[in-house]
């Protein structure tokens, strides 16, 4: 099965910057997840995407965050005006080609907001 | 509601030893999924095992094996003769049957072998 790949692996952005994370290429699968994961924390769900909408998210994914698939292929997320606590890694992750199979995850982007 | 509860925060081991590493889980639904990720310090997320909740029978794969009991609600990891290669942080995750998959993790628990 082909990987979920991430870039950046990793981003430095100043407060109050967009950013954009992806996960390049993605197909023929089901669901697309983000994940956050502070340094030292668990992972923590942030949005599921399902043929091209958001299926659930949570309350972490305020209105500074968005995600799309842009080209059909690529899946994006948006982080409008970082803040400091922003920092963390972020891991796209997609399962399928059916419902209820393990997720499998990218390697990661980690964001640090300075 | 959903919960998953590692109440080890760290392990030490020395090689060669056997450790479990524990895992609690709250659901309000009959049908589910438990999963265990690896995370060694490089940072990815490395998919172990993923049971469904009509499955208790043990699993073994190599020095790994499960134990699942709904019992106690419980989804339990053992590493058999533990290597320095195992250190890393372990977490255990649910997902609940038509709730689009999304994975609660647990805390984790961070597991050092030692030489």
């Known amino acids: 099965e082909p990987e979920v790949t991430q870039t950046p692996s990793h981003q430095v952005t100043q407060m109050g910057q967009e950013v954009i994370l992806r996960c390049v290429p993605i197909s023929n699968h089901l669901y697309f997840y983000w994940y956050r994961q502070i340094l030292g924390q668990k992972v923590e769900f942030l949005v599921s995407f399902y043929n091209n909408e958001i299926s659930e998210k949570s309350e972490i994914f305020d209105d500074q965050f968005s995600v799309e698939r842009p080209d059909g292929s690529n899946f994006t997320l948006k982080i409008r005006s970082t803040k400091l606590e922003d920092s963390a890694m972020y891991f796209c992750?997609?399962?399928?080609?059916?419902?209820?199979?393990?997720?499998?995850f990218g390697q990661g982007t980690r964001l640090t907001v300075v | 509601a959903q919960k998953v509860t590692q109440a080890q925060t760290e392990i030490s081991v020395v090689e060669k030893e056997d450790v479990t590493l524990d895992c609690v889980y709250e659901t309000r639904d009959t049908t589910y999924y438990l999963f265990w990720y690896k995370q060694p310090p490089s940072g990815e997320l490395v998919f172990l095992i993923r049971r469904n909740s009509f499955d208790e029978q043990n699993e073994i794969s190599g020095r790994y094996s499960w134990n699942f009991q709904k019992s106690t609600s419980s989804f339990n990891f053992t590493i058999t003769a533990s290597q320095v290669v195992d250190s890393a942080v372990y977490f255990c995750a649910l997902s609940e049957a038509g709730n689009t998959d999304k994975l609660i993790f647990g805390t984790g628990t961070r597991l050092q072998v030692f030489p």
């Open positions: 992750a997609r399962n399928g080609p059916t419902q209820n199979t393990e997720a499998f």
